[in-house]
Protein backbone atom coordinates (compact mmCIF):
# COMPACT_ATOMS: atom_id res chain seq x y z
CA UNK A 1 0.00 0.00 0.00
CA UNK A 2 1.30 3.77 -0.83
CA UNK A 3 1.51 5.87 1.99
CA UNK A 4 4.12 8.03 3.82
CA UNK A 5 6.76 6.57 6.85
CA UNK A 6 8.02 8.70 9.31
CA UNK A 7 10.58 7.15 11.56
CA UNK A 8 11.47 6.77 14.57
CA UNK A 9 7.91 7.43 16.13
CA UNK A 10 9.51 8.75 19.43
CA UNK A 11 13.06 10.24 19.53
CA UNK A 12 15.04 11.65 22.48
CA UNK A 13 17.67 14.65 22.03
CA UNK A 14 20.23 15.59 24.44
CA UNK A 15 20.79 18.89 24.85
CA UNK A 16 22.99 20.42 21.79
CA UNK A 17 22.49 17.58 19.70
CA UNK A 18 21.65 17.29 16.16
CA UNK A 19 18.87 15.08 15.16
CA UNK A 20 17.49 14.01 12.45
CA UNK A 21 13.73 12.68 10.82
CA UNK A 22 12.94 10.40 8.62
CA UNK A 23 10.19 10.73 5.75
CA UNK A 24 9.83 8.16 3.38
CA UNK A 25 6.89 7.90 1.14
CA UNK A 26 5.58 6.04 -2.02
CA UNK A 27 2.89 7.60 -3.56
CA UNK A 28 4.90 9.07 -6.56
CA UNK A 29 3.85 12.94 -4.81
CA UNK A 30 5.72 15.94 -5.55
CA UNK A 31 5.29 18.26 -3.08
CA UNK A 32 6.41 17.29 -0.06
CA UNK A 33 6.22 19.24 3.80
CA UNK A 34 6.88 19.20 7.82
CA UNK A 35 4.87 20.47 10.14
CA UNK A 36 5.50 20.95 13.81
CA UNK A 37 2.51 20.47 16.19
CA UNK A 38 2.35 21.85 19.59
CA UNK A 39 -0.72 21.43 21.72
CA UNK A 40 -3.09 24.76 20.80
CA UNK A 41 -1.59 25.61 17.91
CA UNK A 42 -2.58 23.81 15.96
CA UNK A 43 -0.14 22.85 12.66
CA UNK A 44 2.87 25.32 11.91
CA UNK A 45 4.94 24.80 8.39
CA UNK A 46 8.36 24.55 8.95
CA UNK A 47 9.95 23.57 5.43
CA UNK A 48 8.42 22.73 2.24
CA UNK A 49 9.50 21.04 -1.16
CA UNK A 50 7.55 21.07 -4.80
CA UNK A 51 10.43 19.15 -6.74
CA UNK A 52 13.46 17.72 -5.89
CA UNK A 53 16.18 19.60 -5.00
CA UNK A 54 14.31 22.21 -4.22
CA UNK A 55 12.94 23.76 -1.23
CA UNK A 56 11.78 27.07 0.71
CA UNK A 57 11.40 27.93 4.30
CA UNK A 58 7.66 28.02 5.94
CA UNK A 59 6.92 29.86 8.81
CA UNK A 60 9.29 28.38 11.40
CA UNK A 61 12.19 27.19 9.72
CA UNK A 62 14.94 28.24 12.41
CA UNK A 63 16.81 26.10 14.00
CA UNK A 64 15.64 23.38 11.59
CA UNK A 65 17.43 21.94 8.01
CA UNK A 66 15.85 19.98 5.21
CA UNK A 67 17.32 18.35 1.89
CA UNK A 68 15.15 16.74 -1.04
CA UNK A 69 17.75 14.66 -2.81
CA UNK A 70 15.26 11.66 -3.91
CA UNK A 71 11.78 12.32 -4.74
CA UNK A 72 10.99 9.65 -2.17
CA UNK A 73 13.00 11.21 0.74
CA UNK A 74 12.42 14.32 2.88
CA UNK A 75 14.37 14.07 5.74
CA UNK A 76 14.44 17.02 8.54
CA UNK A 77 17.45 17.98 10.84
CA UNK A 78 16.18 19.24 14.45
CA UNK A 79 20.00 21.28 15.18
CA UNK A 80 20.74 22.77 18.40
CA UNK A 81 19.96 26.19 17.32
CA UNK A 82 16.65 25.21 17.55
CA UNK A 83 15.74 26.21 21.56
CA UNK A 84 12.48 24.26 22.50
CA UNK A 85 12.35 21.34 19.98
CA UNK A 86 10.03 19.04 21.57
CA UNK A 87 7.04 18.65 19.89
CA UNK A 88 5.25 16.26 17.75
CA UNK A 89 6.83 16.58 14.08
CA UNK A 90 4.24 15.33 10.77
CA UNK A 91 5.71 14.91 7.45
CA UNK A 92 2.78 15.27 4.78
CA UNK A 93 3.27 15.28 0.53
CA UNK A 94 0.99 15.93 -2.07
CA UNK A 95 0.45 15.57 -5.68
CA UNK A 96 1.09 18.77 -7.52
CA UNK A 97 -1.60 20.76 -6.77
CA UNK A 98 -2.69 20.73 -3.06
CA UNK A 99 -5.85 22.61 -3.63
CA UNK A 100 -7.40 19.71 -5.79
CA UNK A 101 -5.68 16.75 -3.66
CA UNK A 102 -4.98 17.96 0.08
CA UNK A 103 -2.84 16.73 2.21
CA UNK A 104 -1.40 12.92 3.19
CA UNK A 105 -0.06 12.67 6.02
CA UNK A 106 2.66 10.09 8.13
CA UNK A 107 2.30 9.37 11.38
CA UNK A 108 4.22 11.18 12.81
CA UNK A 109 7.37 11.48 15.21
CA UNK A 110 7.19 12.77 18.69
CA UNK A 111 10.63 14.65 19.84
CA UNK A 112 11.53 15.09 23.74
CA UNK A 113 14.65 16.71 24.79
CA UNK A 114 16.29 15.12 27.75
CA UNK B 1 -2.60 35.15 2.51
CA UNK B 2 -5.29 32.74 3.81
CA UNK B 3 -5.44 32.36 7.68
CA UNK B 4 -8.45 29.51 9.57
CA UNK B 5 -10.55 30.08 13.32
CA UNK B 6 -11.64 27.25 14.68
CA UNK B 7 -14.22 28.82 17.03
CA UNK B 8 -13.95 26.12 20.17
CA UNK B 9 -11.25 24.63 21.49
CA UNK B 10 -12.69 21.83 23.12
CA UNK B 11 -16.27 20.68 22.28
CA UNK B 12 -17.95 17.51 24.96
CA UNK B 13 -20.92 15.70 24.07
CA UNK B 14 -22.87 12.82 24.95
CA UNK B 15 -23.21 9.83 22.41
CA UNK B 16 -25.51 10.07 19.90
CA UNK B 17 -26.14 13.47 20.65
CA UNK B 18 -25.41 15.72 17.60
CA UNK B 19 -21.99 18.05 17.41
CA UNK B 20 -21.79 21.24 15.29
CA UNK B 21 -17.71 21.70 14.93
CA UNK B 22 -17.03 25.41 13.64
CA UNK B 23 -15.10 26.72 11.44
CA UNK B 24 -14.10 30.21 9.61
CA UNK B 25 -11.71 31.54 7.02
CA UNK B 26 -10.38 34.43 5.42
CA UNK B 27 -8.79 34.83 2.19
CA UNK B 28 -8.72 37.03 -0.75
CA UNK B 29 -9.28 34.58 -3.35
CA UNK B 30 -10.66 31.23 -4.56
CA UNK B 31 -10.41 28.56 -1.71
CA UNK B 32 -10.17 25.16 -1.27
CA UNK B 33 -11.24 23.96 2.43
CA UNK B 34 -10.57 20.98 4.13
CA UNK B 35 -11.79 18.65 7.76
CA UNK B 36 -9.01 16.81 8.97
CA UNK B 37 -9.27 14.48 12.14
CA UNK B 38 -6.51 13.25 14.05
CA UNK B 39 -6.53 10.40 16.82
CA UNK B 40 -3.57 9.90 19.32
CA UNK B 41 -0.38 9.62 18.49
CA UNK B 42 -1.40 9.75 14.89
CA UNK B 43 -1.09 11.45 11.94
CA UNK B 44 -3.90 13.81 10.09
CA UNK B 45 -6.51 11.75 8.12
CA UNK B 46 -8.55 13.60 5.56
CA UNK B 47 -12.32 14.09 6.59
CA UNK B 48 -13.60 15.70 3.67
CA UNK B 49 -13.35 18.37 1.33
CA UNK B 50 -14.21 21.08 -0.27
CA UNK B 51 -13.33 22.20 -3.94
CA UNK B 52 -16.21 23.48 -6.32
CA UNK B 53 -19.47 22.63 -7.34
CA UNK B 54 -22.39 21.42 -4.12
CA UNK B 55 -21.46 23.53 -1.19
CA UNK B 56 -22.47 20.44 1.24
CA UNK B 57 -19.89 17.98 0.96
CA UNK B 58 -20.16 14.43 3.01
CA UNK B 59 -17.36 11.83 4.61
CA UNK B 60 -18.23 7.97 4.67
CA UNK B 61 -18.57 7.88 8.31
CA UNK B 62 -21.37 10.75 8.37
CA UNK B 63 -19.89 13.75 8.91
CA UNK B 64 -20.88 16.34 6.66
CA UNK B 65 -19.69 20.03 6.03
CA UNK B 66 -21.33 23.28 4.21
CA UNK B 67 -19.12 25.96 2.63
CA UNK B 68 -20.92 29.39 3.32
CA UNK B 69 -19.36 32.09 0.88
CA UNK B 70 -21.45 34.88 2.46
CA UNK B 71 -20.36 33.62 5.63
CA UNK B 72 -16.62 32.37 5.02
CA UNK B 73 -17.65 29.51 6.93
CA UNK B 74 -16.90 25.64 6.91
CA UNK B 75 -18.60 24.24 9.93
CA UNK B 76 -18.33 20.75 10.67
CA UNK B 77 -22.04 18.83 11.87
CA UNK B 78 -22.86 15.24 12.48
CA UNK B 79 -26.29 14.62 13.72
CA UNK B 80 -25.67 11.53 16.00
CA UNK B 81 -21.69 10.99 17.25
CA UNK B 82 -20.42 8.37 18.60
CA UNK B 83 -17.80 7.58 21.35
CA UNK B 84 -15.28 6.28 18.44
CA UNK B 85 -15.64 10.12 16.95
CA UNK B 86 -13.32 11.15 19.95
CA UNK B 87 -10.68 13.19 18.28
CA UNK B 88 -9.17 16.43 17.22
CA UNK B 89 -10.39 18.23 14.24
CA UNK B 90 -8.63 20.38 12.02
CA UNK B 91 -10.00 22.84 9.42
CA UNK B 92 -7.51 23.71 6.47
CA UNK B 93 -7.92 26.30 3.98
CA UNK B 94 -5.40 26.42 0.45
CA UNK B 95 -5.87 29.05 -2.04
CA UNK B 96 -4.36 29.14 -5.59
CA UNK B 97 -1.01 28.86 -4.00
CA UNK B 98 -0.87 25.67 -2.57
CA UNK B 99 -0.38 26.46 1.02
CA UNK B 100 -2.63 24.94 3.32
CA UNK B 101 -2.74 27.12 6.78
CA UNK B 102 -4.49 24.85 9.49
CA UNK B 103 -6.77 25.73 12.50
CA UNK B 104 -5.56 25.74 16.18
CA UNK B 105 -8.29 22.34 16.62
CA UNK B 106 -10.96 21.18 18.28
CA UNK B 107 -10.98 18.08 20.71
CA UNK B 108 -13.92 16.75 20.15
CA UNK B 109 -14.99 14.59 22.95
CA UNK B 110 -17.81 11.96 22.71
CA UNK B 111 -18.89 10.68 26.61
CA UNK B 112 -20.88 7.68 27.12
Known amino acids: DGGITQSPKYLFRKEGQNVTLSCEQN?????MYWYRQDPGQGLRLIYYSQIVNDFQKGDIAEGYSVSREKKESFPLTVTSAQKNPTAFYLC?????????????FGSGTRLTVV | AQSVTQLDSQVPVFEEAPVELRCNYS??????LFWYVQYPNQGLQLLLK??????LVKSINGFEAEFNKSQTSFHLRKPSVHISDTAEYFCAVSGNNNDMRFGAGTRLTVKP
Open chain 2, 27 to 32: SSVSVY
Open chain 1, 92 to 104: ASSMGGVGNYGYT
Open chain 1, 27 to 31: LNHDA
Open chain 2, 50 to 55: YLSGST
